[in-house]
C-alpha cells in the first residue's frame, strides 16, 4: 500500500492575476484514500482539474505511476486511468440515462462489419450499477435534464464505479445525495481502494472524510497547510488547518488584489 | 376570345424592365386572345429550371422565357420543346439550342448605343474623344451586366484616351451605387460620364453627386434599360442619356406572332411592322429572331410616347401576324 | 389520459412532418389545379434530391450545436468546378475521358475535394482558432460565392457529358436517379446518426461539448468530421445541381440556404443543438418543396409569391413549434 | 409563532407519466424553520419550484397569509415575499459579483432625471453582506464565472439574506459550503426566522436539519411520509421514515412506468 | 508581467477594435492611391451611418442572447414607406406638408411604426410562441424583403423632398447630418446598456436567461422591448438610407445584414448572448466602410471584389477573436 501512484511537485496555477494555486506537493498511493479539504475557493477544483487534463498548471510537475506525466486533454488522462467525478456535472442532459453512463465508451456489436451501438447490453449493465447504488430512477430511457440533481450525481458517480481505472478523483461527489445512497457511495470507495485503486475525495463534512479517508490533505489559500494520517488527528484539529485557525472576515484575497 | 394560358417566367423583379415586362406582355397578349401567368425566378437558375419543370406539367400553349443565365436554361427549353410546347425567348437570347422564337433587343447591343453616347458626349465636353468613365455594373455574376459591359467596352476600346473604371454595384443595389460614386469622385475628381448599368442605379449616382456639392450637368449621367425614373432625370437636368431597351416593341412582337407559334407554323424571315417600328425577322441557328436595337433618350426626345419609360402603351392593339 | 391514447399521441407527434406532408399534399391536390398528377409529385421528389442532400450536411452540423451558412456556397463552387472542367461549352474547358464514364467519378471526386477543403476550413477556424461558427461560415457563404464568380468571370458552363446527364434524365418508376441518390444518402446518414458511435457523439456534443469533453471524447476530432462532412455533402448538392442544369452558373443555388435551414428546423432538428433526426428533415424537403411546387402552379400574381413563400414556410416552422410545445405538456 | 404563513393543500404534480408530487400537504408558520428531507428524487425541488412561481402545480392549492396563492412567475412570488435559493443555482455567471446580488433589483440614482444604476453604493452593501458570511472572493467586480462552486452558492445564499421578504425556501443552500461558511449560514437563518420570516431548508444532512429545524417534514415518493417537531424524533427515525424502513433497490418507481 | 504592463496590455485589448481601425486607415492610407485626404475620411464616416444604426438594434438582440437576421429587409421596408409616401416622381405619391419641414417627423414616424410593428411580430413569436429567433428572423428577412417587392410592384421612388434630402447634402465640419444621427445614437444606446437596469438586464438575460427569470426579472418584457427596438431601429437605418439615395428600390439595402453581423462581431458582440459593449461596434462599422472604400478605390477587377471582402472581413473577425485568446491567458 505504499506504491507511488501519482506525486504532485510544485503545482501551481494563475488564473491572469488570480493565484489559485502557489505551489502544492503530495503524493497518493495505490489503493490509499486521500480526503481533499479546504474552504471555498481553496483551489481544490483547479487541482483536480490539473490531474484529470482539463487545465494546465502554470509551473509544477507530475508523476503519473513512476513516469512524467503531463496530460494535455481529459482523454489523454483517462487513457491513462483516471477517472473523474467533477464538481459542477458534467452529464449531456438532452441525452438518456444509459446515452450518459456509457459517455465516449458505447459498447457496440458488429452488424455486416459495421459496429453498431449495443443498446440492450449498455441498458443492462447501467440497470445493475444503479441498483446496487440504491438510486431510483423513473425510467433508464429518461432524458437527463428530467432528472433530479440527486439522480443526476448518482450517474456521475456510479460510471466512476462501473469503469475503475488506477486513480479516482471524485470533487465534492455526494454534495447532492440522499442519505442512504451516501452511505452507499461511501462504502463502495473502500471498496475500490481495497481493489488498489488511489482515491482523491473532496468533501466539506468532516464526517464523510474520517469515514473514508486514510490520509487528509488540507490545502488553504493555494498551498498544502496540511497532510496528515486520518488516525493522528481529529476534525477540529482539521478544521483548524482549513480555515487557517483565525478565519479574516472575507474581503479581497491577499495578493489578488488588481 | 379565350385561346389558352402561356407562361412567362420571368427571371426577377426587382429591375423595372423586368415589372413592366410583366404587364406589356399581359396587355399585348390579352389583345390577341391569350392569358397569361407570370412565375418570377427572383434571380435563381435552379428555382427557374423547377419552374419550368412545373409548367411542362401544366402543358401550358407556350411559355416565354427571360432567363436568368442565357445558357443554363437549355436543358429546360429542350424538354419544353419534346413536349411540344413551344418556346420564345424573350429579352435574354439563348443561343446554345434551338427555340421557336427569340425577341430581343441584345444585350451587347446596349452597349454599344452606350458607347455610342459617351462618343458624343465627350466630344461635347472635352473637345475630342477623351475623358474619364465610370462604369457602374449590376453584379459581377450577372451576366446580363457582363454583356452590357462587353459591347460598351468592345466598342470604347477604339478611344485610348478614355479611360473607364469599372465597379460593381453587388446585387444591382442602389445604395452601393452611391457609395461607389461618392468614393470615386474624390479619388477621381475629373470623373466625365458616370455609366450605370440599371437606371435605378442612376438614382443613387445622382444623389451623390448632389451630396457632393455637384449641379447637374457637371458630371454627365447615363444608364440603360429606359425606366421612368430615367426619363425623370434627364427631364431635370441631371442625366443627359438613357439606352433604351424598346420593352413594348418585344413585347408586341411576341405577341403578334403567338398564333402561328402556338399552330406550330413556320414564321417565315423579312420584315414586319411592330408598333410602327420597321424590324427583321431572320432566321439563325438558333431559330428564327426578331432583333428590335434600342435607341438613345436625351432631352431633345425624352417625351416620345414610344418610349416604354412614359409608360403610354400604344393605343391600337396589336393584331396577329397571318 | 390513457397510455395507448398517449403511445398514438406520441407517434403522431413524432412523425408530425410526416402527417403535415401529407395533408398539405392532400389540401394542394384538392385546390390547386393540376397539382394532382403523377408527374407533379415526380417533379416534388426530383426537386428536393439538390435541397435534401444539402440540408444533411447542415442538419449534421447543427445536431452538433454549430452552424455551416456556407453550404449553399459550396455547393456552387461544387457545381462550378465541375462545369468548368467537364461542361461543352460556354466557359467549360469540355476535358473527356475513354471511357466516357469516367467523368462521374472524376467529376464527383473533383466537386466533393472542393468542398471537403471549404469544410475543412471552416472547422480548422470553429475548432481551432475558437471562432463563432455563425460568423465563420457567414464568412464562407460570401467569400466562397466570391470566388465562384471569380473562377467563372460570371459567365457560365454548359452541356455537361451525357454520362453525367444521363443520371438527371434517365428514370426509375417515373423519378430520375439523381433522387434516389439524394434517397440513398437520407439512409445512409440517418443509420449515422441513430446507431454509430460517431453519431451518437454528435448529439452529445450539442447537448453539452464540455461534458463530452471531460467523458474523453475526442471533440476536436468529431466536430471536424462533421465540418467536413457538411461541406463535403454541400459539395455533393453542387454536384447534382450541375447535372440537374447541365452546367453551372455564377448565381446556381442562390437563396437555397434559407429552404436548407427551414427544412432542417421543420424536420424537428433543434437549432440549439443536440435534437433532431435525419428522416423528419427529408420530410422537411419535400414539404417545402411541395409549397414551392403549389406557388408555381397557383398562378398568383408574381410581386407576391415571395411573401408568400416567406410566410407558408413560417406556417410550417410555427407548426413544428406547436409540436414541441404539446410534448411539453405531455412529457 | 403559530400564526400561519403559508398552506398546501393536496398539491400534485405530474412531468407526462411520471407522477413526481402524489398530494402534499402541509402548513409553515411565520418565524417557524422547517426541513423538508426526502430521499433522491422525492420531489422535494418540484415543490420549491411551485411556491416560487417557477412551475405549476397539476392540482391542489396554496394559501399563502391567509390569501389564495397561486403564482404564475417567479417575479409574482418575489412581489408576494418568498425568496428563493435554487439547488441548480441561478447566477448569470457572465456579470459580476455585484451584478448577480442585485439582480433583478439594482439600485439607482437619478441623474438628469434619469435613473443610473448606483453601482458604488450597490458594491458597498456586496462586501458587507458577503463579509459576515465568511465568503473570500478575490474580487467583487470579478465575473461569476470565474469562481469557485462554493464561492457561487455563497453569493446566492447572502442575497436572500440580504433581501429578505416573509418567507425564505432554500433547496440544499450549503451543498457546496466549506465547514465555517456553513456554520454561519445556520446560524444566519435563526436570526432571519427570529425576524418572523418563515425558512423551509431542503438538506440531505441530518446534523444541519437538527441544529436548524423547528419541524421535519418529510417526502417519500411524492407523498409526506412525515410531519414532527425536531423536538419529538430523533436522526434514525427520521431516516427511516426517509427510506420507507426497506429501501426496496433501486429501479423505476413504482407506477412511473408507462 | 507587471501590474502596470498589464494594465496598458488590458487596456489595448479592451479596445483592440478602435487600434485595429487606426492600423487599418494607416495601411490604407499607405498603399491605395489617393486614399488618404478628409474627403475619403468623411465619406467612411457618412457611408457607415446606415450600417451603423442597423448594428445598434442587432447588437440589442445578440446581446440578450437572440438574433435578427429581418434587419435589412425592415430597413428596406422602412425605406421603400417612406420613398412611397414622400417622393415626387416614379411609385412615389409626393405628399407634402405645409409647413414642409413635417416631411422629417411624418416620414420617420412611418418608418418607425413600420420596424416597431415587423419587431414586435418577431418578438410575439420568438417569445410567446417560442420559436427559434434564427428561423423566425430569417423568415421575415424573406417576407418582409417580399413585401417590399409587392408594395413597390418591382418599380422605385425617387426624389425625395428637399428637406429630407437636406439631412444628407448639409454638412458640419464636412460631414452630412445624417452621420451625426447615427453617431448619437451610439452615444445614447451606449448609455443605456451600460448604465441603466434595461441594458444590465438585457445582459444578464443574454447570459442566463433562466436565472433572470427566476430572480424576478421580466424577461418577455425586457425580450419584447429588444425586439421592438431592432426593428424600429433598423427601421432608422432604412429612413437613413432612403435620404441617402433619395428614394427606395425593391433591392435596396440588399447584402448589409453580412456586414452589420460582422461589424457587431468585429465589435466584440459575442453571439452567444450576454457579452459586448457598443462603442466597439462603432469601430467595427468603420473598420468594415474603409475596408469597403479601400476595395473601391483600388481598382481591382469586379470580380474578385467579393472573395476579397469576403477574406477581409474574415480577417478582422480572426484578429478580434485572438484577442480572446490572449485574455483568457491574461484572466
Ligand atoms: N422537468 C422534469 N421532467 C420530467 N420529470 C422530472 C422533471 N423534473 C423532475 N422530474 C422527476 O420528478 C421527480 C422529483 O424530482 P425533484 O427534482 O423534485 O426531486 P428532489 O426531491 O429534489 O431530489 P434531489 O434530492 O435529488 O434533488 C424525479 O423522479 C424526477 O425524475
Ligand atoms: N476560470 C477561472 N478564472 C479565474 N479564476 C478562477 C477560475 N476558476 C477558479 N478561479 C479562482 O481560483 C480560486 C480557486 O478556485 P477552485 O474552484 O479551485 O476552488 P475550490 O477549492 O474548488 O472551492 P469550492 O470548495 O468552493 O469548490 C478561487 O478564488 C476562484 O475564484
Ligand atoms: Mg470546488
Ligand atoms: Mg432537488
Redesign the interface.
Known amino acids: 500500500m505504499t506504491e507511488e501512484l501519482l506525486t504532485l511537485d510544485n503545482i501551481t496555477k494563475s488564473y491572469g492575476a488570480v493565484q489559485a494555486l502557489r505551489g502544492v506537493s503530495f503524493s497518493i498511493a495505490k489503493g490509499e484514500v486521500i480526503a481533499l479539504l479546504g474552504d471555498n475557493g481553496a483551489g481544490k477544483s483547479t487541482l483536480v482539474k490539473i490531474i484529470s487534463g482539463g487545465l494546465e498548471a502554470s509551473s509544477g510537475s507530475m508523476r503519473f505511476e513512476g513516469r512524467d506525466f503531463r496530460p494535455k486533454s481529459p482523454s489523454e488522462a483517462k487513457a491513462a486511468g483516471i477517472e473523474t467525478v467533477y464538481q459542477d456535472l458534467s452529464l449531456c442532459t438532452n441525452v438518456d440515462v444509459v446515452a450518459n453512463f456509457f459517455m465516449g465508451r458505447e459498447l457496440t456489436r458488429p452488424v455486416m462489419g459495421i459496429k453498431v451501438l449495443d443498446e440492450a447490453r449498455m441498458e443492462e449493465q447501467v440497470a445493475k450499477a444503479l441498483a446496487s447504488a440504491g438510486t431510483r430512477i423513473p425510467s433508464l430511457r429518461t432524458k437527463v435534464e428530467h432528472l433530479s440533481g440527486g439522480q443526476r450525481q448518482a450517474i456521475e458517480l456510479n460510471r466512476f464505479v462501473h469503469w475503475g481505472g488506477k486513480l479516482v478523483l471524485l470533487d465534492e461527489p455526494f454534495a447532492a445525495l440522499g442519505v442512504e445512497q451516501t452511505k452507499r457511495g461511501l462504502e463502495m470507495i473502500r471498496q475500490v481502494a481495497a481493489q488498489g485503486i488511489g482515491v482523491v475525495i473532496i468533501t466539506h463534512i468532516m464526517q464523510q472524510a474520517f469515514q473514508v479517508a486514510d490520509r487528509m490533505v488540507v490545502i488553504r489559500q493555494g498551498v498544502v497547510a496540511g497532510d496528515v494520517p486520518t488516525k493522528q488527528t481529529n476534525a477540529d484539529a482539521v478544521i483548524g488547518m482549513i480555515t487557517g485557525e483565525t478565519l479574516a472576515g472575507a474581503g479581497p484575497v491577499a495578493g489578488a488584489g488588481e | 376570345q379565350d385561346k389558352g394560358m402561356v407562361y412567362y417566367m ?1 427571371p426577377t ?4 424592365f ?2 413592366g415586362s ?1 404587364s406589356a406582355l399581359e396587355m399585348f397578349l390579352e389583345q390577341v386572345g391569350y392569358d397569361l ?4 425566378a ?6 427557374q ?3 419550368m ?3 411542362i ?2 402543358a401550358p400553349k407556350a411559355i416565354i422565357l427571360a432567363a ?5 436554361l ?2 429546360s427549353v429542350d424538354a419544353a420543346r419534346a413536349a411540344g410546347i413551344p418556346v420564345i425567348e424573350f429579352d435574354r437570347q439563348i443561343s ?1 439550342t434551338v427555340s421557336d422564337f427569340t425577341s430581343v433587343a441584345g444585350t451587347v447591343e446596349i452597349g454599344y448605343v452606350a458607347a455610342e453616347q459617351v462618343e458624343r458626349l465627350l466630344t461635347e465636353k472635352n473637345g475630342s474623344v477623351k475623358g474619364k468613365v465610370l462604369q457602374v ?1 449590376g ?5 446580363y451586366t ?1 454583356d452590357i459591359q462587353k459591347g460598351f467596352e468592345e466598342r470604347m476600346a477604339a478611344f485610348p484616351e478614355v479611360t473607364i ?4 454595384a ?7 451605387a ?3 460614386v ?3 469622385l ?3 475628381p475629373d470623373i466625365d460620364i458616370v455609366f450605370s448599368h440599371a437606371a ?1 442605379l442612376s ?2 449616382a ?2 451623390s453627386l ?2 457632393a ?1 455637384k449641379q447637374p450637368g457637371d458630371v454627365y449621367v447615363m444608364s440603360s434599360n429606359g ?3 430615367a426619363l ?1 432625370m434627364i427631364r ?1 437636368g441631371w442625366m443627359q442619356v438613357e439606352v433604351e431597351q424598346p420593352l413594348y416593341a418585344q413585347a408586341a412582337a411576341v405577341a403578334m406572332f403567338m398564333d402561328k407559334l402556338v399552330a406550330k407554323e413556320p414564321i417565315e424571315p423579312g420584315e414586319y411592322d411592330v408598333l410602327g417600328l420597321p424590324s427583321v425577322v431572320t432566321d439563325e441557328a438558333w431559330g428564327p429572331t426578331i432583333k428590335i436595337p434600342g435607341a438613345a433618350i436625351t432631352p431633345e426626345n425624352v417625351d416620345d410616347p414610344s418610349f416604354w419609360g412614359n409608360l403610354k402603351p400604344p393605343a391600337a392593339p396589336v393584331t396577329s401576324v397571318e | 389520459m390513457q397510455p395507448s391514447q398517449r403511445r398514438s399521441l406520441e407517434f403522431v407527434l413524432d412523425n408530425l412532418v410526416w402527417f403535415m406532408l401529407l395533408a398539405v399534399l392532400a389540401i394542394f391536390s384538392a385546390t390547386v389545379p ?1 397539382y394532382f ?1 403523377l ?2 409529385f415526380a ?1 416534388i421528389i ?2 428536393s434530391s ?1 435541397l435534401g442532400v444539402m440540408s444533411i450536411g447542415l442538419a449534421l452540423v447543427i445536431i452538433a450545436g454549430h452552424m455551416d451558412l456556407s453550404v449553399e456556397s459550396v455547393a456552387a463552387l461544387s457545381a462550378m468546378a465541375a462545369g468548368i472542367l467537364f461542361a461543352s ?2 466557359i467549360g474547358m469540355g476535358i473527356t475521358f475513354t471511357p466516357g464514364w469516367l467523368v462521374v467519378p472524376a467529376s464527383l471526386l473533383v466537386g466533393l475535394g472542393v468542398g471537403a477543403v471549404v469544410g475543412a476550413l471552416n472547422g480548422f477556424l470553429v475548432i481551432k482558432v475558437k471562432m463563432n461558427a455563425f460568423i465563420v461560415t457567414l464568412s464562407s457563404f460570401i467569400w466562397v ?1 466570391g470566388l ?2 471569380a473562377a ?5 458552363a ?2 455537361l457529358a451525357d454520362e453525367l ?1 444521363w443520371l438527371a434524365i434517365q428514370r426509375f418508376l417515373g423519378i430520375p436517379l439523381t433522387a434516389y441518390i439524394a434517397i440513398a444518402c437520407f439512409i445512409g446518414f440517418s443509420f449515422m446518426m441513430a446507431k454509430t458511435r460517431f453519431g451518437r457523439h454528435l448529439i452529445m456534443i450539442g447537448g453539452n461539448e464540455a461534458a463530452a469533453f471531460r467523458a474523453g471524447i475526442k471533440v476536436d476530432k468529431v466536430l471536424m468530421i462533421a465540418f467536413i462532412l457538411s461541406g463535403t455533402i454541400a459539395a455533393l448538392a453542387g454536384w447534382l ?1 450541375a447535372i ?13 440556404l434559407f429552404n436548407a435551414f427551414a427544412a432542417v428546423v421543420i424536420g424537428g432538428v433543434s437549432l440549439k443543438g443536440g435534437l433532431g433526426a435525419l428522416p423528419g428533415v427529408y420530410a422537411g424537403v419535400l414539404l417545402l418543396s411541395s409549397i ?2 403549389a406557388i ?2 397557383m ?1 398568383l ?3 407576391y ?2 411573401v408568400i413563400h416567406g410566410l407558408l414556410v413560417l406556417a410550417a416552422v410555427l407548426l413544428d413549434t406547436l409540436k414541441q410545445t404539446i410534448r411539453k405538456k405531455l412529457a
Open positions: 420571368v423583379l426587382l429591375d423595372e423586368q415589372t410583366v401567368t407570370t412565375l418570377n427572383d434571380n435563381k437558375t435552379d428555382l429550371q423547377s419552374q419543370n412545373d409548367v406539367a401544366l436568368v443565365d442565357f445558357n443554363a437549355a436543358p446554345s455594373l453584379d459581377p455574376g450577372d451576366p457582363l473604371i469599372s465597379q460593381p453587388m446585387m444591382w443595389e442602389a445604395s452601393n452611391g457609395t461607389i461618392s468614393d470615386q474624390l479619388a477621381n435605378h438614382v443613387a445622382v444623389a448632389e451630396a456639392g425606366a421612368p425614373v425623370q431635370d | 393540376n398528377q408527374g407533379i417533379n426530383e426537386q439538390v461549352s460556354g460565392r465562384v464568380v467563372s468571370g460570371g459567365r457560365s454548359q452541356n446527364r445541381l440537374r442544369t447541365s452546367g453551372a452558373t455564377a448565381n446556381l443555388g442562390a437563396g437555397m414551392n411546387t408555381n402552379l398562378g400574381p408574381a410581386h409569391t415571395q
